[in-house]
């Protein structure tokens, strides 16, 4: 009988030490189900994937990132939900988006704020006041910023009736993104903005139930929105960069180590399929003037005015003071 007992002990030793090593191992390894809204076929998409395998590569496959496109995660606002409770998810947001929680966030999508292309993204990357409001979303909101540099490119509006100045567009509909930041750019311009998920849009435009839409070339090409609208006009009124985040709760569990490389692989990546979009934009624009769409380009359009309209924007959600504190940063 001790014999038995003794046996007993010991198997029961071994095999908690076994099971303990298991949990260890599996609490050892991390993983993120990424998703957004794009095609698989976008350069963005690409760039989550390589984001992906270095990730893994770095941290010898103990942290994995599986990358979801076409919104197979849900609606943006539930994932984001998700995120806030702490679920090992993260998503392809935009600053318009995030203005809902911190409103500064916002000022990226305010007309004409981005001038500088990619040279005013990069400096950002490393703007104390943009941390700011990095620190406040975590700590108010937990949703953890991984990085904020992916650009799309400019963004201009597509539509079924010619236009070059704001009185030109006045009572045209033109579908953009369900946040205030995008609805007040939008409207600046002199249209009526209509709020439809990305989705709907091209059927939206189809069955004119808006007159068009604004976006950046390669998306305008991805969504084949040639097939239903028929002029580009050039407004360039949004240089359009997007934010991934993730949830604090989950980042904060993950080795220093692995955050780190998280945010340094996510910001390589994006900057490298930033470029890819904006040096392919020229190409883009050819292609959906190939495909018959008639291009008003920026030059025949009446910018002065479209800038001064676009003031209302930054006033109607009270982005002034943030506009200078920003502009002060970059030299302007």
């Known amino acids: 009988m001790k014999k038995i007992l003794v046996i007993a002990l010991v198997l029961g030793i071994a095999f908690s030490s076994v099971f303990a090593q298991g949990t260890k191992e599996e609490s050892d390894t991390y993983l ?10 976008d350069e963005f998409h690409k760039g989550y994937e390589r984001w992906a395998e270095r990730v893994a590569e770095r941290t010898d496959g103990k942290l994995k990132i599986e990358v979801y496109p076409n919104a197979q995660l849900g609606v943006e606002e539930d ?12 998503w392809q947001t935009d600053p318009g988006r995030l203005g809902n929680y911190v409103k500064e966030f916002s000022i990226f999508y305010m007309p004409f704020f981005l001038e500088g ?3 005013d993204v990069e400096k950002l990357l490393k703007s104390e006041e943009v941390h700011k409001w990095i620190d406040q979303l975590e700590k108010e909101h937990n949703i ?11 963004r201009s509006v597509l539509a079924n009736k010619p236009a070059y100045s704001p009185s030109d567009l006045k009572g045209m509909l033109i579908r953009t993104a369900p946040a205030p930041a995008w609805v007040a750019c939008v409207n600046s311009l002199g249209c009526k903005a209509v709020a439809l998920p990305y989705g709907e849009m091209y059927n939206g435009i189809q069955t004119k139930v808006v007159d068009g839409c604004e976006l950046p070339y390669a998306a305008a090409k991805n969504m084949k929105i040639y097939e239903v609208a028929k002029y580009i006009i050039e407004t360039n009124h949004i240089f359009q960069l997007n934010v991934m985040v993730v949830s604090a709760d989950w980042y904060n569990k993950l080795p220093a180590e692995y955050q780190q490389i998280l945010c340094e692989e996510c910001d390589r990546a994006g900057l490298e399929s930033s470029k890819v979009l904006v040096e392919n934009a020229d190409a883009d624009r050819q292609f959906l003037i190939d495909q018959g769409m008639k291009l008003i380009p920026n030059s025949e359009l ?5 800038r001064k309209a676009g003031d209302s924007a930054y006033a109607e959600l009270g982005l002034l003071e943030t506009k200078a504190k920003i502009f002060k940063e970059l030299g302007k």
């Not at 998700?82 to 090992?88: E, I, L, P, W």
């Open 79 to 90: 994932v984001l939900e998700q995120m806030k409770q702490g679920s090992n998810v993260g």
């Open 144 to 154: 953890k910023v991984v990085s904020y540099a992916w650009v799309q490119g400019n």
């Open 117 to 119: 292309g990619m040279d």
């Open 302 to 306: 009446d910018m002065d005015a479209f």
């Open 32 to 41: 993120l189900r990424f998703g957004h809204t794009l095609t698989s076929e």
